[in-house]
C-alpha cells in the first residue's frame, strides 16, 4: 500500500514519531508533505515523549493525533499510555502506527526477536485494539479497520496499526544527507586508535556494526568492547555504570545523537556522578541515519554546553579529523569526565556486515577482559 493512501484512510493531520526502517515510507512521505512543521510532523525524542506531543495536540484541537514508532519503543509509551491516555484516566485517543520488527517467522536481528513475540501481547495487555498490515493488505481492508476504531476513539480509547515489513511503499524517495565531510567508519577507527587496550561501550545501530568489522580488518578480538544490540539511549548509562565499578580502567562510550536525545536526561546523572576515566563520545550526523536518516534535533543543539552544564568537566565540538585526534588524546590523558562531540556525515558502506557473534558471546568476552 502506497503510503499517502494509508495515511489520508488515517484522517489525521498531526504526526509524531520516531523513525523505523520498516516505516520508512511513511515518514519520507510525511517529509515531502509537512516537512518538520511542529503544527504537522514532529520526529520526537523518544516514543513516550511522542505519546504526549499527541495528548497536547488532542487538548489543543478536539482531533485524533497519529504516533508512529518501530515496536522496540513500545516499552517507552507504557508510562504514558496508562497513565495519561489511557480512558481510565483522561480518554484521549491516539492512532499508533507500530513497525513489527521480529515478527515470529520473520528473520531478524537478536534485539527484535523477542520483543516481536511480544508485540502483539503488549498491546492486549494495555486493551489496545490492533489492525496487523501486511503486503497484501488492501485499502478497502484499511478503511474497515478505521470504520471498524472509530467508536473507540470517539470514546477516548487508543488504536494500534502493526505494520509488516514491506507493507508500505513510496514512490518518491527522499534523499537524507548534511554537509560534515568526516564518515563515521573513520571516525571509528580514530577512537579504536585513541583508546588502546580501554574498553568500549557502542551504541546500537551502524555504529556496534562498523566497530565490529574495524575489529575483524584489524585481526583483533572484540573482547575491549561492549556492543549494546537494542537498549536505544541507553549505552552512556551501560558505561557508567562499568566506570564507577572499575575506575581503575578508561571506559569509552560510541554514542549516536539519536540515541542520546532518547534519554537524555543520562547525561545528568553522568554529569552529577562525575567519573573521572569515562569518555563520552557523541558522533553526531543530526539522523536517525541506521533506520533510514530522518533527521534528529540535533543539529540545533550545543551537547558539548548541555554536557558542562550537566557536570561534565570538559566538552568539545569537532568537525575535521586534525581535531578530533586531537581532542581524544587529549581525553585519554586526562582524569577528568570528557565529552567529545563528532559531527558526521549520513552514509554507510553498502557491505556493511553484521557482527557474527551472538550477544551473550560478545557479553561473556568483554566480561572476561573486563
Avoid at 516481536?116 to 490492533?130: F, P
Avoid at 485499502?139 to 494500534?160: D, H, I, N, P, T
Amino acid at each position: 500500500m502506497e503510503a499517502n493512501d494509508f495515511a489520508k484512510l488515517l484522517g489525521s493531520d498531526f504526526y509524531a514519531g520516531v523513525p523505523d526502517s520498516l516505516l520508512k515510507p511513511m515518514y519520507n512521505y510525511l517529509i515531502q508533505t509537512y516537512g518538520t512543521d511542529p503544527r504537522h510532523h514532529i520526529i520526537a525524542a523518544n516514543e513516550g515523549n511522542c505519546a504526549a506531543l499527541a495528548a497536547g495536540y488532542h487538548l489543543a484541537t478536539g482531533k485524533v493525533p497519529v504516533v508512529y514508532l518501530q515496536n522496540s519503543g513500545e516499552g517507552n509509551i507504557i508510562n504514558p499510555l496508562a497513565s495519561l491516555l489511557s480512558e481510565e484516566v483522561y480518554g484521549i485517543p491516539v492512532i499508533f502506527v507500530i513497525g513489527w520488527r521480529g515478527e515470529p517467522g520473520v528473520h531478524d536481528e537478536p534485539q527484535h526477536v523477542f520483543q516481536g513475540k511480544v508485540t502483539l501481547k503488549l498491546l492486549e495487555s494495555m486493551d489496545i485494539a490492533c489492525s496487523v498490515i501486511g503486503k497484501e493488505t488492501t485499502e478497502q481492508e484499511v478503511r474497515a479497520a478505521m470504520e471498524g476504531f472509530r467508536e473507540k476513539l470517539s470514546s477516548g480509547k487508543s488504536v494500534a496499526f502493526v505494520v509488516r515489513k514491506g507493507a508500505l511503499s513510496n514512490e518518491e524517495k527522499v534523499a537524507y544527507s548534511n554537509a560534515y565531510p568526516l564518515k563515521r567508519e573513520e571516525i571509528l577507527r580514530c577512537i579504536v586508535e585513541a583508546s588502546g587496550d580501554d574498553s568500549i561501550v557502542c551504541t546500537t545501530g551502524k555504529a556496534s556494526r562498523e566497530l565490529f568489522e574495524i575489529r575483524e580488518a584489524r585481526g583483533e578480538g572484540h573482547g575491549r568492547d561492549f556492543l549494546t544490540v537494542g537498549s536505544m539511549g541507553h549505552s552512556s548509562s551501560i558505561a557508567l555504570g562499568i566506570a564507577v565499578q572499575r575506575p581503575e580502567r578508561k571506559i569509552w562510550c560510541i554514542d549516536g545523537d539519536g540515541a542520546a536525545l532518547m534519554h537524555m536526561g543520562a547525561m545528568a546523572v553522568i554529569g552529577n556522578v562525575k567519573p573521572k576515566n569515562l569518555i563520552h563520545v557523541i558522533i553526531n550526523n543530526e539522523a536517525h541515519e541506521s533506520v533510514g536518516g530522518a533527521p534528529t534535533v540535533a543539529g540545533t543543539m550545543d551537547f558539548p554546553k548541555l554536557a558542562l552544564a550537566c557536570g561534565y568537566e570538559r566538552g568539545v565540538s569537532v568537525t575535521d579529523m586534525g581535531r578530533l585526534e586531537e581532542a581524544l588524546a587529549e581525553a585519554g590523558k586526562m582524569d577528568v569526565l570528557s565529552l567529545v562531540e563528532v559531527k558526521c556525515a549520513i552514509g554507510a558502506r553498502k557491505d556493511l556486515g553484521r557482527p557474527t557473534t551472538t550477544p551473550q558471546e560478545n557479553k561473556s568476552s568483554f566480561m572476561r577482559t573486563l
